[in-house]
């Protein structure tokens, strides 16, 4: 398994990966969510690439081999098998906050078929050292009620809530 940052040539995949996502929030939310839909298009994915505020960070490997690359010039073992979509952002303080840097891990996402096989770990811990390079003071994210197997995977992974977004449906 190997860890990099995304790029074109990835995006296919990493679009198959974000209608895995959006369906597993229609089952919480289809009130909110559109089975089948991305949250982000080929041309957003390939502009998100030059960003380097917005890091996209994927897992390559064999989906048939555990993910481990049986050649490591081979290409074709270079399936996605997970991806982190990540935003830097910078708090500048106020009179109360004091000013600190974050990654905002905006989605992590690993393949059906990849799960239990350490992925979104090795993903996580790949964001966590990136985030120590930078000196970010923490990283962040958001995690969908009802989405319990998210939860208790970023628990184990360490985090711990901050704040809590409430609702009232009209």
């Given at each position: 398994?190997?860890?990099?940052?995304?790029?074109?040539?990835?995006?296919?995949?990493?679009?198959?990966?974000?209608?895995?996502?959006?369906?597993?929030?229609?089952?919480?939310?289809?009130?909110?969510?559109?089975?089948?839909?991305?949250?982000?298009?080929?041309?957003?994915?390939?502009?998100?690439?030059?960003?380097?505020?917005?890091?996209?960070?994927?897992?390559?490997?064999?989906?048939?081999?555990?993910g481990k690359k049986?050649?490591?010039?081979?290409?074709?073992?270079?399936?996605?098998?997970?991806?982190?979509?990540?935003?830097?952002?910078?708090?500048?303080?106020?009179?109360?906050?004091?000013?600190?840097?974050?990654?905002?891990?905006?989605?992590?996402?690993?393949?059906?078929k990849a799960r239990?096989?350490?992925?979104?770990?090795?993903?996580?811990?790949?964001?966590?050292?990136?985030?120590?390079?930078?000196?970010?003071?923490?990283?962040?994210?958001?995690?969908?009620?009802?989405?319990?197997?998210?939860?208790?995977?970023?628990?184990?992974?360490?985090?711990?809530?901050?704040?809590?977004?409430?609702?009232?449906?009209?």
């Amino acid at each position: 398994m190997e860890i990099r940052r995304a790029e074109d040539k990835d995006s296919e995949r990493i679009i198959e990966l974000l209608q895995q996502v959006c369906n597993i929030h229609a089952d919480i939310r289809p009130d909110l969510f559109i089975y089948d839909g991305t949250k982000y298009s080929k041309e957003d994915l390939h502009e998100m690439y030059k960003d380097d505020t917005k890091p996209i960070f994927v897992a390559v490997g064999d989906l048939d081999n555990g993910g481990k690359k049986d050649n490591p010039d081979d290409n074709n073992n270079e399936i996605v098998q997970g991806y982190c979509f990540c935003q830097i952002k910078k708090t500048e303080g106020s009179r109360c906050i004091k000013p600190f840097a974050q990654i905002f891990i905006d989605d992590l996402c690993v393949d059906e078929k990849a799960r239990g096989q350490h992925v979104g770990r090795q993903l996580f811990d790949y964001v966590k050292s990136y985030a120590k390079e930078l000196g970010c003071y923490e990283i962040t994210l958001n995690v969908w009620e009802g989405n319990d197997s998210a939860r208790r995977f970023y628990e184990n992974m360490g985090m711990k809530p901050k704040e809590t977004q409430m609702e009232i449906i009209l």
